[in-house]
């Protein structure tokens, strides 16, 4: 595999304002100057982590689908991120993966929040998600999807897992213990994209946008404050990696119920 260069675009955003995000992220996506394959934004980047869909909730043909191809055709990235989208008689945290070429692949978030109440407003996904990009195998999965590992594990499935996240400040150390541990099972690089902020019902964010590698080893990390981070990942070192120790091969095999 080639190096891959990803862009994690950790950034404030307006509460249930979707022209605004996608101004701001406009910018942002804009001022790239670093070339590259992938950017990634984070969880309902166009609402905050809003349970009140009714009013900000899309359908596949709405003004943030039109923005996301256009944005991809006009920097050359696959973009990817989480929004509130309504189908039929039910709303999805759906991730969307949009191309360049305008074609996309949608995931819709499996593992709902039910502290939150997620679960009662949102309908849940069911099949994970695996994308093709320049010779990677890409695997993107939303927030709470972090916690669940047998859901988040694949056997050689993947090489690159990403989270995109509004994970609040007062359980960063989750976030952080967490997306190097499925990192290191997974034998695979992970990247995880959270807000920062507080958003319109005084939930504080604190980033910690953040990539490893298949060791569980630190590419990069944010702070608190909005921040792009660019990175190139080693496709050659994964491979000799999982050559050289192929814990992979002695995985157990399994099948999800539901």
């Given at each position: 595999?080639?190096?891959?260069?990803?862009?994690?675009?950790?950034?404030?955003?307006?509460?249930?304002?979707?022209?605004?995000?996608?101004?701001?992220?406009?910018?942002?996506?804009?001022?790239?100057?670093?070339?590259?394959?992938?950017?990634?934004?984070?969880?309902?980047?166009?609402?905050?982590?809003?349970?009140?869909?009714?009013?900000?909730?899309?359908?596949?043909?709405?003004?943030?689908?039109?923005?996301?191809?256009?944005?991809?055709?006009?920097?050359?990235?696959?973009?990817?991120?989480?929004?509130?989208?309504?189908?039929?008689?039910?709303?999805?945290?759906?991730?969307?993966?949009?191309?360049?070429?305008?074609?996309?692949?949608?995931?819709?978030?499996?593992?709902?929040?039910?502290?939150?109440?997620?679960?009662?407003?949102?309908?849940?996904?069911?099949?994970?998600?695996?994308?093709?990009?320049?010779?990677?195998?890409?695997?993107?999965?939303?927030?709470?999807?972090?916690?669940?590992?047998?859901?988040?594990?694949?056997?050689?499935?993947?090489?690159?897992?990403?989270?995109?996240?509004?994970?609040?400040a007062a359980r960063q150390g989750a976030w952080q213990a967490l997306l190097p541990a499925r990192a290191i099972e997974n034998q695979c690089y992970v990247a995880g994209v959270n807000r920062?902020?507080?958003?319109?019902?005084?939930?504080?964010?604190?980033?910690?946008?953040?990539?490893?590698?298949?060791?569980?080893?630190?590419?990069?990390?944010?702070?608190?404050?909005?921040?792009?981070?660019?990175?190139?990942?080693?496709?050659?070192?994964?491979?000799?990696?999982?050559?050289?120790?192929?814990?992979?091969?002695?995985?157990?095999?399994?099948?999800?119920?539901?």
């Open positions: 595999m080639k190096p891959l260069m990803v862009h994690l675009i950790q950034a404030d955003l307006a509460w249930r304002d979707p022209a605004a995000n996608r101004r701001r992220l406009e910018d942002v996506l804009t001022g790239l100057h670093s070339g590259g394959q992938l950017a990634v934004l984070p969880e309902m980047f166009t609402s905050g982590f809003t349970m009140e869909p009714e009013g900000v909730a899309e359908d596949m043909g709405g003004a943030t689908l039109d923005w996301l191809s256009r944005m991809a055709g006009h920097t050359g990235l696959v973009i990817c991120g989480s929004l509130p989208v309504r189908s039929g008689a039910h709303f999805y945290n759906r991730l969307v993966w949009m191309r360049p070429d305008g074609s996309y692949t949608c995931y819709d978030k499996r593992h709902l929040f039910r502290m939150a109440g997620e679960h009662r407003h949102y309908a849940s996904g069911r099949e994970r998600l695996v994308v093709e990009l320049d010779g990677w195998r890409i695997c993107p999965l939303v927030c709470y999807d972090l916690r669940f590992p047998v859901f988040s594990y694949g056997s050689n499935a993947f090489d690159l897992q990403l989270f995109v996240a509004n994970w609040p920062v902020g507080r958003d319109g019902i005084d939930v504080e964010y604190s980033g910690a946008s953040a990539a490893y590698d298949f060791l569980g080893r630190p590419l990069a990390v944010a702070g608190n404050e909005e921040s792009v981070l660019s990175l190139s990942l080693d496709g050659a070192a994964l491979e000799r990696y999982r050559e050289k120790f192929p814990a992979w091969r002695d995985a157990d095999r399994f099948r999800l119920l539901d």
